[in-house]
């Protein structure tokens, strides 16, 4: 008798903690990848082989931010204004990008994680695997920004 009560008090225990110990996110980043990567598509349309190199250093730099401020220092005027304007694009609220993102958001808005910034680190690796370099430049910016 005292076996089923120590059952039924430590199984419920044992399931919450398992629970607890990984996200429902955490259980599906390369889903999450796809799907993010997914709102990329069409804008990577409108970007040129130049820019896209940019994107896919700037996707795997240890410093981002540098790499893309170098990235456009070496670039003509005009290159490096056509590339801050199609990059200021990704957050303008009625780009396809943005409102891809905020639909992605609003999905997902429900899922959990046990650690936010390991979350978007595995993101950031599975979106570098997938070789979606304009997701996984974005994620890198934002994940070592001020570091």
Known sequence: MNRIKLTLII??????????T?????????????????????FSKSVSE????????????????KVLTDAFAKLEAAEATGLAEKMKSIGDRNS?????????????SKETTTDKEKLTEKLLKELQSNQ???GAAIINLSLKKGK
């Open 50 to 65: 130049k820019e896209m190199g940019i994107f896919k250093e700037v996707s795997t730099a240890a410093q981002p931010q």
């Open 11 to 20: 199984v419920p225990v044992l399931v919450m903690m398992a629970s607890c």
């Open 96 to 108: 396809p990008v943005f409102k891809c993102l905020d639909a992605f958001d609003k999905k997902h």
């Open 22 to 42: 990984e996200g429902s996110a955490d259980k599906k980043v390369p889903e999450l990848a796809d799907e993010m990567c997914n709102c990329f598509d069409e």
């Open 132 to 134: 979606c370099n304009i």
